[in-house]
Nanobody
């Protein structure tokens, strides 16, 4: 079955950097777009970025454009999110997300999330 396992979160100072990883299994990773989504305390889900099959194209929320970089290693079945110049308001749980439509049904898979805390 599909499994998504995020890692790399932690405590970082404002202006700092972190790289998140999401290890995927249970499906043909290279054939699917992969997303990063975050949820700040007390707020709803916010889409962050997506990478298409192969190694791009990539798309970003306006709030992170120019500071975050999504990438993937199809040999390792892993998607990454490099985050630079982090802001305190970006404290959130970051999730890796796979979804697709097949036969009229939506299939939606999430990892357990990794906590990112931006604080001095």
């Amino acid at each position: 079955q599909v499994q998504l396992v995020e890692s790399g979160g932690g405590l970082v100072q404002p202006g700092g950097s972190l790289t998140l990883s999401c290890a995927a299994s249970g499906f043909t990773f290279r054939n699917y777009w992969m997303h990063w989504v975050r949820q700040a305390p007390g707020k709803g889900l916010e889409w962050v970025s997506v990478i298409e099959t192969g190694n791009g194209p990539t798309y970003y929320a306006d709030s992170v454009k120019g500071r975050f970089t999504i990438s993937r290693d199809n040999a390792k079945n892993t998607v990454y999110l490099q985050m630079n110049s982090l802001k305190s308001e970006e404290t959130a749980v970051y999730y890796c997300n796979l979804f697709y439509y097949r036969g009229g049904n939506k299939y939606d898979y999430w990892g357990q999330g990794t906590q990112v805390t931006v604080s001095s």
